[in-house]
């Protein structure tokens, strides 16, 4: 994707949803897109998906333009939506065979059912399922075609966490036979278990992307404390903050520690609340999402 913006509507209420991203997704990569709430991460998908054409810029899958080329990059391609929107009335089996018709190399229902664990459901009606099971069929539907390239929108939500932990180890196995994946999710656990290179948008932009440690790398460790109502010592290259309560952020965490534990047991204080943390897929989200960039992130903690 290269310098992709997505626009709704039309002049005063055109509303910029995606506001100029460029990624890539390389073959047999597990690639996750993380975002807030209309961050623009399925406005993105859309445009992967070839369901809708960008404003500018351009896609390119499998070398060909999505929309245009719907019919040969569908053949190759598994698709789970956020909402299924299977009609209710099917039972399980009837929907994936109805699915599996649109397919160009399938596999059976029976195998997909096993995949995702619902062989046993195969004769429910779909309106009957429970959310965790309607969203696994949702995931067979995906899968049935076989496809070398699997857009995952929220795979896991509304699984209970046995669920998603079954629904990891199925993803992991197809990510060792070669399928890339591309997905959005709002578990940072999931991204963390699953994803070779992570992007993190926020209000239409990508503000973070990489592999996990990449990301985490950039951003300093924080040591936080009561302040002791004391001079505090000078720690070289540390960003102290001296609120009431004090932060200090450092890309050296061990040697600040050492430096500031040393400091306490000579001047005999105590430092209430002490509290010492790398940074992590979750505060690095969490700063992205209250609005800063990685180089303003970096240099204020
Ligand atoms: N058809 C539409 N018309 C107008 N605005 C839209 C339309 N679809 C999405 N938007 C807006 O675009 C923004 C991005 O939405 P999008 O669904 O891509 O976000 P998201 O990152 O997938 O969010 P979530 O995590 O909540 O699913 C939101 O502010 C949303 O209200």
């Known amino acids: ?4 913006r997505r626009v709704y509507g039309s002049g005063k209420t055109a509303y910029e949803a995606v506001k100029g991203i460029d990624f890539d997704v390389r073959h047999g990569e597990v690639f996750a897109l993380l975002g807030t709430n209309g961050a623009g991460k399925t406005s993105t998908f859309d445009l992967l998906e070839g369901l809708a054409r960008p404003t500018s810029g351009t896609v390119t899958v499998f070398g060909g333009d999505p929309v245009a080329e719907r019919h040969r990059i569908r053949a190759e391609t598994g698709v789970m939506l956020q909402s299924g929107g299977l ?13 599996r018709g649109t397919c160009t190399h399938p596999t059976t229902v029976e195998h997909v059912l096993g995949l995702v664990d619902l062989a046993h459901r195969a004769d429910v009606r779909v309106g009957s399922l429970s959310g965790g099971e309607k969203r696994r069929v949702d995931l067979a539907c995906a899968l ?13 939500t509304g699984l209970d966490p046995e669920s998603r932990r079954q629904t990891w180890r199925l993803l992991a196995g197809l ?9 959005t999710t709002h578990y940072l656990d999931e991204a963390e278990e699953l994803a070779d ?6 209000d239409g932009r990508i503000v973070e992307h990489g592999t996990l440690h990449d990301i985490v790398d950039k951003h300093p460790a924080r040591i936080t404390f009561e302040h002791p109502g004391v001079t505090l010592p000078q720690l070289p290259a540390a960003r102290i903050d001296a609120g009431d309560r004090v932060t200090i952020s450092t890309f050296t965490l061990q040697e600040h520690l050492l430096e500031l534990l040393s400091w306490a047991h000579r001047e005999r204080i105590t430092l209430a609340g002490l509290q010492a943390q790398s940074a992590s897929l ?20």
Not at 1 to 4: A, D, I, K, Q, T
Request: proline share 5%; glycine share 10%.
């Open 144 to 156: 049935i075609g076989q496809p070398t390239l699997l857009f995952l929108d929220e795979p896991t």
């Open 1 to 4: 994707m290269r310098g992709l």
């Open 282 to 301: 979750e505060s690095v989200f969490l700063a992205a999402a209250a609005g800063g960039t990685s180089e303003a992130l970096a240099h204020t903690g």
């Open 175 to 183: 990510k060792a036979s070669g399928v890339t994946m591309v997905l």
């Open 197 to 202: 290179r992570i992007a993190i948008m926020h």
């Open 87 to 99: 009609p209710a009335e099917l039972t399980v089996a009837e929907t994936l065979e109805m699915w």
